[in-house]
């Protein structure tokens, strides 16, 4: 059982930048493939950011303006957002799996989340 933490979510000005970190709790979550998804009311969950054994997928939303990155020493991975938008608007969750998940863009790809952690761009 992997157990995930996010933090760094807030409310920022269109423009500006956020860094999210998911902290996982087990020495293997350095050998698991995470992702980053969002939510907003209403709707399913969105696909942002995924590493997969050291391969990266950004959503086309995503692309350009987010990178995703991972510290295995101490067991988190990162999503640093910047050129931030209004429509990034939504609860951002951190995502892994121990399964060999190619590329992991599909929620049902992973098995563990976070609580999700609310982010907010004025405009």
């Known amino acids: 059982q992997v157990r995930l933490v996010e933090s760094g979510g807030g409310l920022v000005q269109a423009g500006e930048s956020l860094r999210l970190s998911c902290a996982g709790s087990?020495?293997?979550?350095?050998?698991?493939?995470v992702g980053w998804f969002r939510q907003t009311p209403g709707l399913d969950r969105e696909f942002v950011a995924a590493?997969?054994?050291?391969?990266?997928y950004y959503s086309n939303s995503a692309k350009g303006r987010f990178t995703i990155s991972r510290d295995n020493a101490k067991n988190m991975v990162n999503l640093q957002m910047n050129s931030l938008k209004p429509d990034d608007t939504a609860v951002y969750y951190c995502a892994a799996s121990m399964r060999a998940v190619i590329p992991g863009i599909r929620a049902e790809d992973y098995d563990y989340w976070g609580q999700g952690t609310q982010v907010t761009v004025s405009s």
């Open positions: 087990e020495r293997t979550f350095s050998s698991a493939r």
């Open positions: 590493e997969n054994d050291g391969r990266i």
